[in-house]
Structure formats: C-alpha cells, structure tokens
C-alpha cells in the first residue's frame, strides 16, 4: 500500500490522480483534520505532525508515503529524509509534491543544476500561490532559481483560503478571496507580463476555475495532482519493490484525525467515488493535537 498524507482534504486532488494513473495501485489516505490546516503553524509544528502523520501511515502498513500536502512538503520533507528515516525507517520512503512541480517548471530534473543552456532560455516569470507557511519556506524560489534562472518568481500567500475551501465555503466567497489574491499577485508584477502560476496547495486546485476567470486568459495553471501522479509512476517503474499492484478495483482507506462522519460529508467535493472515513486505531495513531 502506498501512504498519501495530507492536513485535511487538499490531498484528496492528489489520491484521484493517483489512482487514475495506477487504477491497480492500493492507497491509504491520512487526512490530519484535527490539526488541519497547517499554513499558519510554525516550522517546528509542521516538522512534527507531519512527522508523527507518516509514522502513522507507515504503522498501517505503508512503506511509501507520498506527502500530499505542499506545506509539509516545503517545511518538513527534507529534514524526514535526511535525519528522521535513515535512523528509524531506513527502509520506507518518503516523497513529496514539490518536487515533481519543480522538474515540470524547471524542464530539469531533481538533481541536475543550471547549466549554459539554462542561463540561455527565454525569460519567463512563474506565479505561485501557496500557503504563508510554504511562502514562507522559500522552497519553490530556491529550487526552482537553482535549475532554472531565468524564471522570475513571485509567490502569493493566500491566508485562510485552504481552511475556508476545507470548511466547504460558499463559491461567492471563495471567490472574493480569489479575485483579491489574484490581484496582490499582479501588483507585485508591476506591469510584467506573467507566463504560467502554480496552484501551491492541493486544496486549490478544487476552485482552479475562479483562479482561471480571474487570471489573463494566456496565462497558464501547472497541474499540480497531474504531475505528481506521473512523477509516481516514473518512481515506481524505477523501484518495483514499491509496487504492491492487485486485481480491480484496488482497495482505498482513508483514515482521519477528526470527526469520520462529518470529514465524510465534506470529502465528497474532493473525490469522486465514495470513501468510508474511519478514525485512526490507537495502536497506529501517534499524531498529537495541537491548541
């Protein structure tokens, strides 16, 4: 089974696509509703539940785990693979979004730097719209700067949007909010055209039409849920020993750290086919509540 964690709902976009892409594939969701959303906490409190919400996953039975949540992604993706796996699970493995949407926007891949041609390209300027926390972390600039140069980077944080998309919003409202982001986002172009906007947060791509009605018609959105998705599939043709592919239709649990009833209500919205929503079982849940 392969672990998809995320806040709360957002990553919902990303398991659809998921599954689309490897209908065999079984997947285990971990939603962190309890905590959720985690754009405003602060790096060490991202570090730890997102840490403790892998944990859990890798207790049910997951030995990869792909970190839907672009916050955790930015802020704890890193040091999980460097310092907390190597010493407790040197056999799991952790991936994230990030670095999928970096490659696509980059026309690099992960570990290749800038090279002459790079410096050569035309310039382009990229938008992203994320979360304060992810905003915060630098880590779509600082990644994207070292593979690619010319692309100019202006990042928006949209406070508060992932938490009212999560508590089901009404469209006029999430729009209000749309339009205004949208715009700080071209003040801060001051005139320069833009070429193409990342939608930062797996919850965003749920309302990508209000982003598209308020955006410059050839101004192009990167699939975010898309990209990871092929990104996976690239992974696991790499490390069949991560493939645990059965018959049709392969089995989805989604796990939560809130109410299953009412996380099911509102899930709905995020995917398509019906899922029965359980809390997590004692033996597995290790995610603490933070006030």
């Not at 040091?79 to 670095?99: A, E, I, K, S, T």
């Not at 202006?154 to 339009?179: N, S």
């Amino acid at each position: 089974m392969i672990g998809v964690f995320d806040s709360g709902h957002g990553g919902l976009t990303i398991l659809d696509a998921l599954h689309h892409r490897l209908p065999r594939q079984g997947f285990i969701y971990l939603g962190d509703h309890g905590n959720a959303p985690y754009g405003q906490r602060s790096p060490d409190e991202i570090y730890q539940l997102t840490q403790d919400g892998v944990a859990s996953l890798f207790a049910l039975g997951c030995t990869l785990v792909i970190l839907a949540c672009n916050t955790a992604a930015a802020v704890a993706l890193r040091r999980l693979q460097q310092d907390w796996l190597p010493q407790h699970f040197p056999h799991h493995r952790c991936l994230g979004v990030l670095v999928p949407m970096v490659e696509e926007i980059a026309h690099n891949p992960w570990h290749a730097e800038a090279t002459a041609s790079d410096w050569a390209r035309a310039p382009e300027t990229l938008g992203v719209f994320a979360t304060r926390a992810t905003v915060a972390s630098g880590a779509y600039r600082h990644e994207v700067e070292k593979r690619a140069p010319r692309v100019r980077i202006f990042q928006q944080a949209c406070p508060d949007l992932a938490g009212r998309i999560e508590a089901g919003a009404d469209e006029a409202e999430l729009d209000a909010m749309v339009a205004q982001y949208v715009a700080d986002l071209q003040a801060q172009l001051d005139g320069a055209p833009l070429d193409s906007v990342v939608l930062g947060c797996t919850h965003y791509p749920l309302i990508e039409p209000l982003f598209r009605a308020h955006l410059p018609e050839n101004v192009r959105i990167l699939s975010q849920p898309l990209r990871t998705a092929e990104a996976l599939t690239a992974y696991l043709f790499r490390h069949p020993e991560m493939k645990r592919f059965g018959t049709l239709p392969a089995e989805i649990r989604a796990y939560t750290t809130g109410d299953p009833t009412l996380v099911g209500q509102l899930a709905s919205r995020f995917f398509p086919r019906h899922l029965p929503w359980q809390s997590l079982p004692n033996h597995s849940s290790r995610i603490r509540h933070h006030a």
